[in-house]
């Protein structure tokens, strides 16, 4: 064996660690379990009418409110969740974890549950919907429900990236900008935000991406309306009902939200500094 490829069996040996070798069967189990069902779902595409489906009306309805959507609740998630980083970075240890707990709920509680939740906050019924229903508006089952859904969920994405890149950078340099006299706006302008940017970046790319993939809310507190408030995952859900759009267009979206998923997880991965390449 020649010194150079010694050197790389010891690298190789070094990065594997000593971790028992049984354990890949139960890894590649797990691999299995995540890819296969992917690849069940990419076999099933009728491709000779994938364009056909695609851009069929309801295909481009569903699709076009979905994007149209999360864009305007990425954007409230924007300006919501970078004060709200803010605050939870720069709070005590004890506060920020009580800030942090908060954020995090929607992360972990079913989204069935946010919808009923939400539903009972803006139902005509509820304190809140009662007073918005006196100046005539009415949110539950309307466009608005969606984008108010799907902020409620992608909201905690957006903070919980942005609040660990903010603390990753520390307040070294802010105070050495105060120091030379920047205000507040401008630290935060270009110190701040220039710094987070990885971070921010990627907070708002997985932001939009569950915010188009929202389900369980959206169901429950805007309804399943074409055109109003049926996005694409409630199109394929309907299609697998039985109703709305066919099931090829059913497949055809499914691929398309994989697709976006995949693009996602290769953007934010681009954005990350220390993402090895």
């Given at each position: ?101 908060f954020v995090t709920v929607p992360l972990v509680l079913p989204p069935m549950v946010g919808g009923v939740a939400m539903l009972f906050l803006f139902g005509r019924t509820s304190w ?105 995952p409630l199109a394929i859900y309907t299609a697998f009902n039985g109703a709305g759009v066919s099931q090829g267009t059913a497949v055809a979206l499914s691929l398309l939200l994989l697709?976006?998923?995949?693009g996602v997880l290769l953007l934010v991965r681009a954005w990350r500094a220390e993402a090895p390449r």
């Amino acid at each position: 064996m020649t010194v150079t490829a010694a050197r790389d069996v010891r690298a190789h040996e070094e990065r594997a660690g000593f971790v028992p070798r049984v354990l890949a069967v139960p890894a590649v189990i797990g691999l299995a379990l995540l890819v296969l069902p992917l690849a069940a779902l990419v076999l099933r595409v009728e491709w000779s009418t994938l364009w056909s489906d695609v851009t069929s009306p309801q295909a481009l309805s569903a699709l076009g409110l979905s994007l149209a959507t999360g864009a305007v609740a990425t954007t409230v998630c924007v300006v919501l969740g970078v004060p709200l980083a803010l605050l939870i970075a720069r709070s005590t240890v004890r506060t920020a974890a009580v800030l942090r707990a908060f954020v995090t709920v929607p992360l972990v509680l079913p989204p069935m549950v946010g919808g009923v939740a939400m539903l009972f906050l803006f139902g005509r019924t509820s304190w809140l919907g009662g007073i918005l229903a006196e100046w005539g508006i009415r949110i539950p089952f309307t466009t608005t429900a969606v984008v108010l859904a799907q902020t409620f969920v992608a909201l905690p994405f957006l903070v919980l990236a942005l609040e660990g890149a903010l603390r990753s950078t520390g307040t070294g340099f802010e105070q050495a900008a105060a120091g030379l006299g920047a205000g507040r706006w401008t630290i935060l302008a270009r110190v701040t935000l220039p710094l987070a940017a990885p971070g921010l970046v990627a907070g708002i790319v997985l932001c939009f991406a569950r915010a188009i993939g929202e389900f369980g809310a959206t169901a429950l507190f805007a309804g399943n309306a074409p055109g109003v408030t049926q996005t694409m995952p409630l199109a394929i859900y309907t299609a697998f009902n039985g109703a709305g759009v066919s099931q090829g267009t059913a497949v055809a979206l499914s691929l398309l939200l994989l697709v976006t998923a995949v693009g996602v997880l290769l953007l934010v991965r681009a954005w990350r500094a220390e993402a090895p390449r």
